[in-house]
Nanobody, 123 residues
Framework: VQLQAFGGGLVQAGGSLRLSCAGS????????MGWFRQAPGKDREFVAA????????LYADSVKGRFTISRDNPMNSVYLQMNNLKPEDTAVYLC?????????????????WGQGTQVTVSS
């Protein structure tokens, strides 16, 4: 089972990026999926999660109104549209899959992790 995240890069404050995460090795269509981020010297931080039907979402307060999580079950993928980016959004962004249970903001509840993609926001 693999999760491959991509779409990161360098962007100026106020700009946008769209992250993608594609799964392989098994279907994740019945699992919750999420995004976390980790900045140097900091703990892994929850960003957003989405249920397997895709009808319920959960966001960290710091990204509400700026980020949107979505998924494409036939493509076994999850996406994160990030708008109005801020320097404090700079981090490695990781996608994750929870194999049992509903929405969660806890990293320990997720079972599969991608390798991450770097997002750098300049001021």
């Amino acid at each position: 089972v693999q999760l491959q995240a991509f779409g990161g890069g360098l962007v100026q404050a106020g700009g946008s990026l769209r992250l993608s995460c594609a799964g392989s090795g098994r279907s994740f269509s019945n699992n919750a999926m999420g995004w976390f981020r980790q900045a140097p010297g900091k703990d892994r931080e929850f960003v957003a999660a989405i249920t397997y039907p895709g009808v319920r979402t959960l966001y960290a307060d710091s990204v509400k109104g700026r980020f949107t999580i979505s998924r494409d079950n036939p493509m076994n993928s999850v996406y994160l549209q990030m708008n109005n980016l801020k320097p404090e959004d700079t981090a490695v962004y990781l996608c994750a899959v929870r194999t049992s249970g509903w929405l969660s903001s806890k990293a320990a509840d997720f079972d599969y992790w991608g390798q991450g993609t770097q997002v750098t926001v300049s001021s």
